[in-house]
């Protein structure tokens, strides 16, 4: 049964950073690409950074520059560095394999910034 588990949110001053950390258990992590999501109220879930197998990246526009998403197959983690935080980055944080697997959602974790 596969499990993801994200943590590291948490509220932060506008301009401040947090690292979130996601671990995966239950299958071979080391074959999946892997995606950090987000959803702030009143708003669909979209895809903020994604990282293949082999480490090439891509970012929306609003993160460019400002998260790094990054992973550890031997751990079975992967992780996102947030810098520059804005009031507009706060929603609640998910990892997922990319394209995202409906049944592997978890709780994720909320990410506040403050003005």
């Known amino acids: 049964q596969v499990r993801l588990v994200e943590s590291g949110g948490g509220l932060v001053q506008a301009g401040g950073s947090l690292t979130l950390s996601c671990a995966a258990s239950?299958?071979?992590?080391?074959?999946?690409?892997m995606g950090w999501f987000r959803q702030a109220p009143g708003k669909q879930r979209e895809l903020v950074a994604r990282i293949t197998t082999y480490g090439t990246t891509n970012y929306a526009d609003s993160v460019k520059g400002r998260f790094t998403i990054s992973r550890d197959n031997a751990k079975g983690t992967v992780s996102l560095q947030m810098n520059s935080l804005k009031p507009e980055d706060t929603a609640i944080y998910y990892c997922?394999?990319?394209?995202?697997?409906?049944?592997?959602w978890g709780q994720g974790t909320q990410v506040t910034v403050s003005s």
């Open positions: 997922n394999t990319e394209p995202p697997n409906l049944a592997w």
């Open positions: 239950g299958y071979i992590f080391g074959i999946k690409n």
